[in-house]
């Protein structure tokens, strides 16, 4: 099993739709969780950290599970330049410091 | 302020032959982390640097590959003997590493092409 699982879809969605992405994780040590993005032949950039109590920024919200061990991401309002592959992030503390990161799941906006 | 820079932004080699990939920091950011992505593939970890600790090479496919980090800034990442196989993305990041969460930066990449 992987540490870090996603569903690599892709996902193909209208403009104006709402999409939601899940993330699950193994390892209970996991102390910090983060949403990146990554567009073609692009460096991933920090989309977004993921917190306890939830966050929202704009049209993204993120959720972290931490019973459940999963992670989710919300966008409404889909735009065509949220086309991108979006990566679960994971960082482990057990003994030594580790960073998990998923494959990935890629979204496709149309118009 | 300046981002993760990386060089080259583009490597073409030959089979066999020796390539050093550059990596800069953010300022300030005392771990260092080197990545590989293959095309159309996930992020696959290579090497992270920690200040002045022993690196964490766990992520190294073999000992053609090789990193340094001089000055607990700078680092270069070293593949000798290029095979095919070799050619991917390098990537790195940089984060602090002082409490709060620990969010690594990407640089550009350097594209590596193993002919």
């Known amino acids: 099993r992987k540490e870090v699982e996603q569903d690599p879809g892709p996902f193909n969605v209208p403009e104006g739709a709402t999409v939601a992405f899940n993330c699950t994780y193994s390892?209970?040590?996991?102390?910090?969780f983060f949403w990146y993005r990554q567009d073609c032949r692009k460096e991933p950039k920090l989309l977004m950290s993921?917190?306890?109590s939830g966050n929202e920024d704009g049209r993204f919200t993120a959720q972290l599970n931490r019973a459940s061990q999963y992670i989710s991401l919300l966008i409404r309002d889909s735009k065509l330049s949220d086309s991108a592959t979006y990566l679960c992030?994971?960082?482990?503390?057990?003994?030594?410091?580790?960073?998990?990161f998923g494959a990935g799941t890629r979204l496709f906006v149309k118009a | 302020g300046a981002g993760v820079s990386q060089s080259p932004s583009n490597k073409v080699t030959e089979k066999g032959k020796d390539v050093e990939l550059r990596c800069d920091p953010i300022?300030?950011?005392?771990?260092l982390y080197w990545y590989r992505q293959s095309l159309g593939q996930g992020l696959e970890f290579l090497i992270y640097?920690?200040?002045?600790?022993?690196?964490?090479k766990s992520g190294l496919p073999s000992d053609r590959f090789s990193a340094e980090r001089t000055g607990g800034s700078v680092s270069t990442l070293t593949i000798q003997r290029t095979q095919q196989e070799d050619s991917a993305v390098y990537l790195c990041?940089?984060?602090?590493?002082?409490?709060?969460?620990?969010?690594?930066?990407f640089g550009p990449g350097t594209r590596l092409l193993v002919l």
């Open positions: 990041a940089s984060s602090s590493a002082t409490g709060g969460l620990r969010t690594q930066y």
């Open positions: 640097f920690q200040g002045n600790s022993a690196p964490d």
């Open positions: 993921v917190y306890s």
């Open positions: 390892n209970s040590a996991s102390q910090s």
């Open positions: 992030v994971v960082n482990l503390n057990t003994g030594g410091f580790k960073t998990i």
């Open positions: 300022s300030g950011h005392t771990a």
